[in-house]
């Protein structure tokens, strides 16, 4: 008998990639969501199409055990969560204090679950713990809570179609020294952070600061942002910090460096999923914030003790061509989210230089 997993989020990463994976694994996935509509559409054809848009064979069913509803009244969701041992969840970060809260309404203080937070965000299962922390009971003492790097460019059609676009890659993985163990292709990670930082930087970063950039030039989805030579161009000095905090503080090869750039760039500039670019190009300032990927690379190179002038420039030029605001406002807006501590404030006083110069 298969065992079960509990899913929470039914959008474009969780069934391009949680699910899948899951299923992968050997688990029959119950989807929870608030969309009472995909909820019904996907218990009436049990499963949706996964398109992955550049294998031969494209499209693959993936089968799950039935949808329920993100209602800590509905029976079903219930009854999926005393049989579980692994629930996953793609809901966003902003989103994950409502499962916190229906987790800690429905759980006794002894459940032991693995609970894995699929989302795009660094120090998502820490977030996650402290969330559960908050509440009351102590219902998240015994969980097993561990940071996760996720990755695949998805795409949902919903609510045209239940059809997901995707690709053939796919990683998702978690701290192994919380959970030792894989599920599948779920990899249990040594190195949790050295993996999440080369895909932060390369996909992440690259890809919103491509879009942010692009998206003022007027193109209309992320494909079109990656493969725009003059955006590419623009942000080029920005880019290259990457590869010296890759080398000199993760210990990646140049070489290593080169593949995943070449992998990652086939991936973002893959036409046939048309991943509209405001879903990428949003919260620009709070992707500013010091801990928040924008400002990252620089604070990496600063403290590397690099030139960080033409990696800040490119990014100044990007934030001024987004935001369309002039120089002082600009000033002032960096200034509010960057002078929160010595080496931000010293990355301001360089950015006030380069913008009046």
């Not at 064979?57 to 993936?62: A, E, N, P």
């Not at 969560?81 to 800690?104: F, H, P």
């Not at 190179?301 to 002082?328: F, G, W």
Request: contains cysteine.
């Amino acid at each position: 008998m298969k065992k079960t997993a509990l899913h929470f989020g039914g959008g474009a990463l969780g069934r391009g990639l949680t699910v899948p994976f899951l299923e992968e694994a050997g688990y029959e996935v119950v989807i929870a969501d608030i969309d009472r509509e995909l909820v019904e559409a996907l218990n009436k054809e049990r499963g949706y199409p996964l398109v992955q848009t550049d294998k031969k064979d494209k499209q693959k069913w993936i089968p799950i055990k039935k949808a329920v509803l993100f209602d800590a009244e509905d029976p079903e969701l219930r009854e999926a969560l005393t049989q579980v041992e692994v629930i996953t969840t793609s809901v966003r970060k902003e989103n994950l204090r409502y499962v916190a809260d229906l987790l800690d309404q429905l759980l006794s203080p002894e459940d032991r679950k693995l609970v894995l937070c699929a989302e795009n965000v660094e120090n998502s299962g820490t977030y996650f713990k402290q969330l559960m922390e908050h509440n009351t009971d102590n219902k998240g003492e015994n969980l097993l809570i561990p940071d996760t790097v996720v990755d695949r460019v998805c795409s949902s059609q919903w609510p045209d179609s239940l059809e997901i676009l995707s690709e053939e890659f796919g990683e998702f993985g978690f701290d192994q020294s919380i959970y030792p163990h894989s599920l599948g292709p779920i990899e249990a990670k040594k190195d949790l952070e050295r993996a999440f930082v080369r895909k932060r930087l390369l996909v992440n970063t690259f890809s919103d600061a491509s879009c942010f950039l692009g998206m003022a030039k007027g193109k209309k989805y992320l494909y079109e942002a990656v493969t725009d030579e003059e955006t590419q161009r623009e942000l080029t000095p920005y880019f290259g910090a990457f590869e010296k905090i890759l080398v000199q503080k993760y210990q990646y090869t140049p070489e290593e460096v080169a593949d995943w750039k070449k992998l990652y760039h086939k991936r973002l500039a893959n036409p046939e999923i048309l991943r509209d670019i405001k879903t990428v190009a949003r919260g620009l300032w709070e992707k500013l914030k010091p801990e928040e990927r924008f400002l990252l690379p620089i604070t990496e190179l600063y403290k590397m003790h690099e030139d960080i002038e033409p990696a800040l420039t490119a990014l100044l030029h990007m934030i001024r061509e987004s935001c369309q605001e002039d120089t002082e406002t600009m000033k002032k807006h960096l200034k509010e989210t960057w002078c929160v501590n010595e080496t931000g404030e010293t990355i301001y006083r360089t950015a006030v230089k380069i913008l009046e110069a």
